[in-house]
């Protein structure tokens, strides 16, 4: 379909003309914004090459804003978390320095694994999903799992002989975030399949995994010492690992909220 093109079309016909455009070269942001932007730009004398540019910034700005939705949506975290929103303060034994630098993601960029080890209520999951979040804004293409899932899954891959794909999908992923290691023993077959899936991201995607027990203690997870040993090298090796300590900030906020509610009633 040509759209018209003359001199001295009324306003009207040219706004019917430019929604059409927009409907025509899938440009919505563009379709939703020009009566806007187009007043804007008369009002603010602007020139065309200015009115133009605002547009189409305002097109690629919300495309990007709509990828960074998508991919955080594919990621399947449980809940919203943000690193805005984390208590610093509540918790000394995480350093704000170190997280911030964490998020600017060079070490996804170069395939290096993160480790917060700590109690529960201490701020692992928080930061995990925080940190994971931040990579799918950055442009990465993140997985979030808890692990009795993903062993879970790779058993049920293994019986239906699937299990090289599913290895490969969750190989393919810039950040696998694996959360919960360590709540539960695992056999020697589910250890050994979680091991096959760190072996295929080794040095090639990164990892980042979320622990209650300190590595001390995985071998009630992994109860194979020579394995255990393997997959703690595996998630280590020239990473970072943060210690989020044992005292829960959960339960001291809601302490704390109790006495308010106390001492105000």
Not at 3 to 18: K, S
Not at 216 to 226: E, L, M, Q, S
Request: proline residues 3%; neutral net charge.
């Amino acid at each position: 379909m040509t759209l018209p093109r003359q001199r001295g079309i009324t306003e009207q016909a040219a706004t019917a003309a430019i929604d059409q455009a927009c409907r025509m070269l899938r440009l919505p942001t563009i379709r939703a914004q020009f009566p806007e932007l187009a007043e804007s730009a008369a009002r603010e004398q602007m020139s065309y090459l200015g009115f133009l540019s605002e547009l189409l910034m305002s097109e690629c700005d919300d495309r990007a804003r709509r990828r960074s939705e998508r991919r955080i949506k594919a990621a399947g975290f449980p809940r919203d978390k943000s690193l805005r929103k984390f208590d610093f303060d509540a918790n000394p034994n995480i350093d704000p320095a170190t997280i911030h630098t964490l998020a600017a993601c060079e070490w996804i960029k170069k395939s290096l694994p993160l480790c917060l080890i700590g109690d529960s209520g201490t701020g692992k999951s928080h930061l995990l999903i925080a940190l994971g979040t931040e990579a799918a804004m950055a442009g990465f293409r993140v997985k979030y799992v808890l692990a009795t899932k993903l062993v879970n899954e790779l058993v049920e891959a293994a019986d239906e002989k699937q299990l090289a794909k599913t290895i490969a999908r969750y190989g393919r992923v810039d950040l696998l975030c694996i959360d919960e290691l360590g709540y539960m023993e695992l056999d020697r077959r589910g250890a050994e399949l979680l091991f096959q899936v760190l072996t295929e991201r080794e040095e090639k995607n990164s990892v980042a995994i979320a622990s209650n027990e300190s590595f001390a203690g995985w071998t009630k997870t992994f109860t194979d010492p020579r394995l255990c040993a393997a997959i703690v090298d595996r998630l280590t090796f020239n990473g970072t690992i943060i210690e989020t300590g044992t005292d829960s900030y959960r339960l001291a906020s809601t302490r704390a909220r109790a006495e308010q509610q106390a001492v105000a009633g």
